[in-house]
Antibody
Framework: EVQLVESGGGLVQPGRSLKLSCAASGFTFSDYYMAWVRQAPTKGLEWVASISYDGGSTYYRDSVKGRFTISRDNAKSSLYLQMDSLRSEDTATYYC???????WGQGASVTVSS | DIQMTQSPSLLSASVGDRVTINCKASQNINKYLNWYQQKLGEAPKLLIYNTNNLQTGIPSRFSGSGSGTDYTLTISSLQPEDFGTYFCFQHNSWPLTFGSGTKLEIK
């Protein structure tokens, strides 16, 4: 069974950093692109970033470019999202997804507030 | 960026009804279109991928069609468990984009 389990969410002040992790199991992690998708409270879904099989290629939405970094460790079957210079508008539930979004984690809540 | 315009935003239907939800892309997305169902407090669930391919485990009452810029999700006979919000999603080009969602209520 495919499982994606996020961790690392929480409350953080504007301008600070937070790192999300996603532990994958039930499939060969290195065979898939991976991605992060977020959903602000009572809002729709928003793609954040994607990463290729070996991490050699990464893709970001414009609003997070230069602030967020997606990475992976295939030996640990883990996906990461380093979020720096956080803003209030980054407040959301962040989902780890297997590309092309056919499997999702339960989500990690990130709240950016002073 | 490719804009995904989803309609209607709210839909109320009865059990047994045939329901259609539409998604229009601002440019050709070459059938790289997925449909998701999301229930309150849960992660989205993939229903249809690449326009018309039913995800494993999804009931056959769900189907998808379309090409170019226009795509449709159809539920042939609505069931009580089909309530929730439905999203379309294009993965033809970066940045990947979702529709704004259709909230489906059961009468």
């Amino acid at each position: 069974e495919v499982q994606l389990v996020e961790s690392g969410g929480g409350l953080v002040q504007p301008g600070r950093s937070l790192k999300l992790s996603c532990a994958a199991s039930g499939f060969t992690f290195s065979d898939y692109y991976m991605a992060w998708v977020r959903q602000a409270p009572t809002k729709g879904l928003e793609w954040v970033a994607s990463i290729s099989y070996d991490g050699g290629s990464t893709y970001y939405r414009d609003s997070v470019k230069g602030r967020f970094t997606i990475s992976r460790d295939n030996a640990k079957s883990s996906l990461y999202l380093q979020m720096d210079s956080l803003r209030s508008e980054d407040t959301a539930t962040y989902y780890c997804t297997r590309y092309v979004m056919d499997a999702w984690g339960q989500g990690a809540s990130v709240t950016v507030s002073s | 960026d490719i804009q995904m315009t989803q309609s209607p935003s709210l839909l109320s239907a009865s059990v047994g009804d045939r329901v259609t939800i539409n998604c229009k892309a601002s440019q050709n997305i070459n059938k790289y279109l997925n449909w998701y169902q999301q229930k309150l407090g849960e992660a989205p669930k993939l229903l249809i991928y690449n326009t018309n391919n039913l995800q494993t485990g999804i009931p056959s009452r769900f189907s998808g069609s379309g090409s170019g810029t226009d795509y449709t999700l159809t539920i042939s006979s609505l069931q009580p468990e089909d309530f929730g919000t439905y999203f379309c999603f294009q993965h033809n080009s970066w940045p990947l984009t979702f529709g704004s969602g259709t909230k489906l209520e059961i009468k």
